[in-house]
């Protein structure tokens, strides 16, 4: 069967491809696509290949619109029919889906990790030179090709995978940047777990300087809760509370060549004197 060519199937046939790692989440956006459906019939089809079994077809792309259709009363979809082993699905399957924007980390970093591993599987070419960079390209850098995320970007989303659910939970609320959550990643599960009970008793999530100091004590086998928690409480350079006054509002109150920590000197100084004839008429 050609790729052109669809065919229309009962969608008691169709299951959900394993392992998956894109959700279908039954949002007001599925509710719109169901309502469209409804009023319009499904436009584009889907793509499946068939079970190994011979027992119905895996959905490659296209669950999200099985769901909508289900959902609008319709029991057909129209479907591609591929003939693909399950590497070639699993690479099908992502490239598909990697462009949608709302994608979560964690969605996305599992589907990196399926698509790297296929290709290694389906003996990918790892030496190939780049036209524009007359260079060899890795894995990464072949995958990045395809990905609206670039090869930096990628290996710290495959690193997401190694995190403990909660923690990956919380870079999916968006509680944890990319950055130091791909950091977080190299500590041991036990630390994980250290750092999870820390975040939550003192409701603070680490920084990237954090992050990256917690690596290096776990590489070095220094990382136990007690270090864990004393990172953490620390007073990060954005928790320091300040007051800001522009140079030219000072200007006029002080003599010309004052620096700026002659006025601070002094602002305190008057400060603390008015301060203190407070206290004397208060207490009078």
């Known amino acids: ?19 998956n790692p894109f959700r279908v989440v039954e949002d007001e956006m599925l509710m719109e696509l169901a309502e469209s459906i409804k009023e319009f019939g499904m436009v584009t089809p889907i793509i499946t290949r068939p079970m190994e079994d011979g027992n119905g077809y895996e959905v490659i792309a296209g669950q999200r619109r099985v769901r909508a259709c289900e959902l609008a ?38 589907a990196y990790k399926m698509k ?64 130091p959550a791909a950091e977080l990643s190299f500590l041991k599960k036990d630390e994980q777990e250290n750092l999870l ?38 007073e990060k350079g954005n928790q320091k509370e300040t007051v800001k006054i522009g140079m030219e509002k000072l200007r006029k109150y002080f003599p010309k060549g004052t620096t700026p920590k002659q006025m601070e000197d002094i602002i305190i100084k008057l400060l603390e004197s008015e301060l203190q004839r407070k206290r004397n008429r208060d207490s009078r």
């Open 197 to 234: 009970v820390t975040m939550e008793s003192e409701e603070a999530t680490p920084s990237l300087s954090q992050a990256q100091r917690m690596k290096q004590l776990s590489q070095s086998g220094r990382l136990d809760m007690d270090t864990i928690f004393a990172i953490m409480t620390e």
């Open 116 to 179: 790297l591993e296929a290709m290694k599987r389906q003996g990918f070419r790892t030496d190939l030179t780049s036209p524009q960079l007359g260079q060899k390209l890795t894995s990464v850098e072949q995958l990045a090709q395809k990905s609206p995320n670039s090869r930096t970007q990628i290996q710290r989303f495959i690193r997401l995978t190694e995190l403990i659910p909660p923690i990956l939970q919380m870079v999916d609320d968006g509680k944890i940047a990319l950055t």
């Open 73 to 110: 009363g319709i029991d057909t979809v129209p479907a591609f029919v591929l003939p693909l082993d399950r590497d070639r699905a699993i690479i099908t399957l992502v490239d598909s889906n990697i462009q949608r924007e709302n994608i979560l980390p964690s969605e996305r970093a599992f």
């Open 1 to 19: 069967m050609k790729k052109q060519d669809f065919t229309v199937l009962k969608i008691v046939d169709l299951h959900p491809f394993p392992d």
